[in-house]
C-alpha cells in the first residue's frame, strides 16, 4: 500500500485505487463504502450554509456541493490532512480545497463560530469510539446546546456515529425536544452493520 502522506497525526494511504485513512492510529475511514458520509450530507436538505467538522477523504463535503450548498466550512483539526487536500493528495480533497465555495479551516470544531443552516459532525468512530479523548466534549450538552442555538430557523444538526448511542440520543431529545435516528446499513466484506445519524432542529423548529 502506498503511502501518500504520514504525519504526527494521520495517515493517508492509497492501493488499489482505494484510499484508506488513519488518524491518531485509529482507522477512521476508507473510499470503498462512503454510503454513511454521503448520507450526511443529505440529511443537510437543502442547506445553504453548511459548517461540517472533519474533513477526512472529502466525501460529505463534496456531496453538500453537489446537493447545491453555497459555502461549506469545514473544519478540521490535522493541518497536515489541510496541508494534504491543498497539494492534491487525492483528487477529491484537491477539488475541494480549490473550491470558492468552500472555507477549509484548522482547527477544533468545538471552537466553531457563525450561524448555519446545517452542523454535520463526523469527527470520531462516533461517541463509543473516540478518536480523539478531547472529543468526548462535543457529544456532551453544553456544546449540542451551542449548536442548536446556533442554527437558522429551519436549520439541522446532524451527528454521524458508528452505532446507536442512546446517551447521545436523549441529550439531543432534551436540548431540541426530539431527535431523529436514520439509520444508514452498511456491507464491509462479510460484515453487515448499521451506522446511524442523529439529527435534531432547534427547540422552535422542530422535524
Ligand atoms: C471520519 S473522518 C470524516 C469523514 C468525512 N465525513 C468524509 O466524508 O470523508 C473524521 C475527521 O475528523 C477530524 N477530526 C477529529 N476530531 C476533530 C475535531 N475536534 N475538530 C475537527 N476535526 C476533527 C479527523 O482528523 C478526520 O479528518
Known amino acids: 500500500m502506498g503511502v501518500v502522506i504520514e504525519s504526527d497525526d494521520i495517515v493517508l ?14 482507522f477512521a475511514m476508507d473510499s470503498t463504502e462512503v454510503s454513511s458520509e454521503l448520507a450526511l ?3 443537510a ?19 453538500l456541493l453537489a446537493n447545491g450548498a453555497e459555502t461549506v466550512r469545514v473544519v478540521e483539526l490535522s493541518a497536515s490532512l489541510v496541508d494534504a487536500a491543498r497539494g492534491g493528495a487525492t483528487d477529491q480533497l484537491g477539488r475541494l480545497a480549490s473550491d470558492p465555495r468552500v472555507e477549509l ?31 468526548a466534549k462535543l457529544y456532551r ?19 454521524w456515529c458508528e452505532a446507536r448511542s442512546p446517551e447521545l440520543a436523549a441529550t439531543l431529545a432534551e436540548l431540541a425536544g426530539h431527535v431523529e435516528t436514520i439509520v444508514v446499513p452498511v ?3 462479510e460484515r453487515t452493520f448499521d451506522y446511524v445519524l442523529y ?3 432547534a427547540p422552535t423548529h422542530r422535524t
Open 13 to 26: 494511504r492509497e492501493r488499489d485505487g482505494v484510499t484508506e485513512l488513519i488518524v491518531n492510529g485509529v
Open 41 to 43: 450530507a443529505d440529511a
Open 45 to 63: 436538505g437543502a442547506a445553504r450554509r453548511v459548517l461540517v467538522g472533519g474533513l477526512g477523504l472529502g466525501y460529505t463535503a463534496t456531496r
Open 105 to 135: 479551516v484548522v482547527g477544533d470544531v468545538a471552537d466553531f463560530t457563525g450561524t448555519w443552516d446545517a452542523i454535520l459532525l463526523d469527527v470520531d468512530n462516533g461517541p463509543t469510539f473516540l478518536i480523539h479523548d478531547a472529543n
Open 141 to 159: 450538552a453544553a456544546f449540542l446546546r451551542r449548536c442548536l442555538a446556533s442554527l437558522t430557523p429551519s436549520g439541522r444538526l446532524v451527528v
Open 187 to 189: 456491507t464491509r466484506g
Open 199 to 201: 439529527r435534531a432542529a
